[in-house]
């Protein structure tokens, strides 16, 4: 029988730097502590048995006065460092799994973790389809800097790491992963993304959304790797960039841009690549199919100065006998190339 510890709290805590007691909701928290059992069936507990566990059966101590100051946790672990005897790394929580030996061979369920967070409500908490309210988060990780702390080398939320050493072998690699489960069934009204990128009304920002360098000491990807896959599946669109002002480049850089794609255009509507803007490239180009390019009836061409001296197209309508180098003028019934070199558009 797992042996079980029944604390009831009744008087609130005066600790510095935390709401006085009459600043609190009144004290209720019942916690149960069970050692080499198994929690009360009620907790539906998602890992049972265990070896400690701790759960609160009611808890509502919290600052009325100032909501979010004085958070209740069912375990809390503070560590504090610092001074000349010092002289290696901190962790204020750590924890490990090591598998000894292999499992049973009928072993059905696989999965091991070093750590697991699950956060789950089946209430609504104070909102609307209108005004929602409420964020649950299965895990919140925070790196802070404060006033005065200068010259750090790095500040990072959360480091996620992977090593696969010689001799081992493995099917799937990731450093971070994102799934939804089997009964994800629903869309976010607002946001319904796999990673998602915001910050707080007043912060300073990021210099790049997602950024791939050797600032850990080499380029983190093969040579012969690919720096963004997506495999299967069907989507609307690749990449959107609506309502985004890009005032620099669309896309720069060095190097080759190859596709393979560009047999299935049919039209500029069934491109692979479709950008209304315009394509600057500073380099040669290469294509593996022909080079659609757009046509116009000679009213409808835009008009030829220095900034599109070197621009092509087609006309339609051309004069039935044109002249290579001669100015685009009378219309017929011709299609044909057509060139601007910044003064006017002449065949060719």
Known sequence: MPRRLLLSFLLPLALPG???????????????????????????????????????????QASVARPGTAIPSAVSIQQTFGGPAVNDGRNALGVALHMLRPTSATNPYRFYAAGNFVADSA???????????????????????????????????????????????????????????????????????GYWLSAAPGAAGFTDGIRIDAGAGQFPLATNGTLLRATGGNVRNGIDLTGT?????????????????????TSPATGALRVGGGIGVGGAGWFGGPVVLP??????????????????????????????????????????????????????
Request: proline share 4%.
């Open 123 to 193: 209430f609504v908490d104070g909102g609307t389809a209108v005004a929602p309210q409420g964020f649950l988060y299965g895990a919140g990780t925070v790196c802070r800097l404060k006033p005065g702390a200068m010259h750090w080398r790095a500040c990072i939320g959360q480091d996620s790491e992977v090593s696969v050493e010689a001799g081992a072998s493995v099917a799937i690699k990731a450093a971070f992963a994102a799934l939804a489960w089997p009964d994800d069934a629903v869309h976010g009204s607002q946001v319904d993304a």
């Open 245 to 265: 002002r890009i005032a620099g480049h669309l896309l720069l850089g060095d190097g080759v841009i190859e596709t393979t794609s560009l047999a299935a255009a």
């Open 295 to 348: 046509t116009f009836t000679i009213a409808r061409l835009p008009a030829c100065t220095q900034a599109l001296r070197g621009a092509r197209a087609n006309v339609s309508d051309g004069q039935d006998t044109p002249q290579f180098m001669g100015a685009v003028k009378r219309r017929g019934s011709t299609f044909a190339p057509v060139f601007c070199n910044g003064a006017g558009w002449f065949y060719g």
């Open 18 to 60: 935390v709401a006085l007691a009459q600043d609190r909701e009144p004290a209720r928290r019942t916690v149960e502590v069970s050692a080499a059992g198994t929690l009360a069936a009620d907790a539906n507990y998602l890992f049972n048995p265990q070896v400690l566990g701790i759960r609160t059966l009611d808890d509502n």
